[in-house]
Structure formats: C-alpha cells, structure tokens
C-alpha cells in the first residue's frame, strides 16, 4: 500500500474502521484546504518509509460521521490506529519527522 492521493468517494463507517486489522492512518481533510495541500509532500517522505501502512483520506465537513465520531476540529488532522486502536493524532503537522515517528508507533510489529 502507498500513500492515497484521492479523498475516498464514499466515506467508511467507523464500525468498518474499528474493525480494520494492521496499521491504519486516517487523514481527514478537504481538497480545497490550504493546510491540507501543505501537508501533502510531507505525508509523501513520512510515508515512504512506511509502505505497509494504509492511508485513508476521508474528506472531513459538517454532520460527516466519521470525523465527528473522531472529534475532528481541525484539517488535516491525522489519526494513527493500529488494529482499530488510535495510538496518536497530529493536528495541521508541519514536520515529516513527527508524521514519521506517528508512523513508526503504529507500523512497529505486534508482540
């Protein structure tokens, strides 16, 4: 898996999240978000080293479900999970390393 570039066209229920197995980060935002498209190339370099990981991009608004069921404020705002569970959360990140090190919590092996 690699980083996804497209906002998903139907947005996942959270059951459909919760129940998601493996390392798994939320990116939750809009397309027309400045602070969006900035943390786009920053994504990239955090995510090259972490090609196992999946990446859902899930175009945030009012009375959307997911974001609200994740308490989403601010985009992008990213949700690390492993197996269902948040394990970190980073609000506008403005730095590959601390998307990276995000990455590596979650992409560490199970035992």
Known sequence: ???????????PARAEIDA??????LEFGAP???HCIAAQP???????????VRHIK??????????????VKLWPTLVFLRDGQE??????????????????RIDAPSG
Do not use: Q
Not at 1 to 11: G, R, S, W
Not at 42 to 52: E, I, K, N, Q, T
């Open 20 to 25: 998601m197995a493996g390392p798994l980060v």
């Open 42 to 52: 920053l994504l990239g370099m955090a995510f090259a080293s972490h090609p196992d």
């Open 58 to 71: 899930v175009e945030d608004g009012s009375g959307r479900p997911l974001g609200r069921s994740f308490r």
């Open 87 to 104: 394990l970190a959360r980073l609000v506008r990140p403005h730095d590959a390393a601390d998307i990276g090190a995000a990455l590596a």
């Open 32 to 34: 027309w978000c400045g």
């Open 1 to 11: 898996m690699a980083i996804t570039h497209d906002y998903a066209a139907v947005e």
